[in-house]
């Protein structure tokens, strides 16, 4: 599956040289707008389209029939290009998985979190997720999708001279991660030198600023309010969308889980437009 990695990277870096951050190259993670879209789902969905955003990663319908909340999307020219998906789902039903992000069009399944006792995230833990990643990523290979886990922090901890994390990649066969630049340096890990340290396993990315001076926890919890705008934060946000963009991510995603998503995002995407990538 490497491979495919390598093939991403080469055709991307040939048509990315001094341009522009496009809001087609960076979409919007859709639990951004979860309040939003409990009352309003098409009104939500005509927000991100008046961004100026086209690619989404989701899942949901939020109680639409399936065919009607995809009629919603291609009216307003929005692509499911990843869609999230349970531990227990990847564990027990990969085949429904399957089903469910090709009948979004997606090309990525995206895993958030693996279950564990309160805080305490162990090796055992990491193994058994390894196990259920591996073999959920070889049935989505053979439909032509692309299994991606998503850290959260508590996987930065310790093991073995290095941490669960690099336990979790070095053992990656049949899965690849989307890297959550908040939620790594919020366990204690540095975004950039992951990028740097994992080139060919990073195949999504999540572009989340931390408030200024918040320290982090490998828990893998925080206040959702610590969201702020890109370029705001204590991430380095311009550096690693300029590492991206060389390494070959296919899509980065805004996620933006504060109460002030509405007025944020508008900023986030000016900060992105604003600079070049060489």
Known sequence: MKRIKKIITLSLMAG?????IQAQEVGLQFYSLRNQFKTDVEGTLKTIHDWGIS????????????EDFKKLLEKYDLEVVSVGASFEELANDPEGVSEKAKAFGAKYVMCAWIPHDGDDFTIEDTKKAVEVFNRAGEVLYKQNLTLAYHPHGYEFRPYEGGTLFDYMAENAEEFYFEL?????????ADPLALLDKYTDQFVLLHLKDMEIGL??????HEDVETNVVLGKGQIPIYDIVVKAKEVGIEYMFIEDESSRVLQQVPQSLAFLRSFKTE
Request: charge should be negative; include cysteine; aromatic fraction near 10%.
């Open 16 to 20: 990315l040289c001094l341009q522009n």
């Open 55 to 66: 690619k989404v990663e989701g899942g949901d319908t939020y109680g639409l029939p399936l």
């Open 180 to 188: 959550d630049v908040y939620w790594a340096q919020h366990g204690g």
């Open 215 to 220: 320290k982090g926890n490998d828990t893998g």
